[in-house]
């Protein structure tokens, strides 16, 4: 099993024309990513890799059924792509963008809690499940399918400690880059409780950073309510 994302998540790329979110979506679908939609004001009714652009994801979502968004777009226009997105009815938003003013991440973080969406960044690698789905920008060679979940606040970190995994035979359920901003969508805590309650997740790996609580936030959820074994 995996949290988040597998083989049935049907993705949509916000900013497919830029250069970026053209690039990553090249990746993504030679990961086995299903991505069935990008959305991009002004070019609706052209194709980026033989995948349909839309001028709004509510016409994406109207047309492909998509229930995750990663977004591609400039920090000034992320925050509006955030709301745009859970507005829509997407489930899953992953923003890649950083830079994004806090006060604007505060402001688009509770408009998606509002829809009942999860939000993961801003400025985040995504997330991946081995052998399911990539939604991120994360170096797809170095996962391997397995049983260790992973939740980090570093991207760089995340691939140095997978590769040990990988390199070791210790696969992982799903991976996770939270971000390392001030203020983000979904945090160690809720994502813990996630990977305690997947049958198939048998350990976990929580990479922290410096600044703030997070780290001690979690330390006293995981003594509460984590049986699993957890290495941070």
Known sequence: MSILIDKTTRVIVQGITGRDGEFHTRKMIAYGTQVVGGVSPGKGGTNVQGVPVFNTVHKAVQQ??????????????AADAIMEAADAGIRLIVCIAEGIPTLDVIKAHQFVEQKGAMLIGPN???????????????????????????????????????????A?????????????????????????EMFQNDPETEAIVLIGEIGGNAEEQAAEYIRNNVTKPVVA
């Open 124 to 166: 985040c690698p995504g997330l991946i499940s081995p052998g399911k789905s990539m939604v991120g920008i994360l170096p797809g060679q170095v996962f391997l399918e397995g049983n260790v979940g992973v939740i980090s606040r570093s991207g760089t970190l995340t691939y140095e400690i997978v590769y040990h995994l990988t």
């Open 168 to 192: 070791n035979g210790m696969g992982q359920s799903t991976a996770i880059g939270i971000g390392g901003d001030p203020v983000v969508g979904l945090h160690f805590r809720q994502l813990l």
């Open 64 to 77: 492909t059924k998509a229930n995750t968004s990663i977004i591609f777009v400039p920090a000034r226009f």
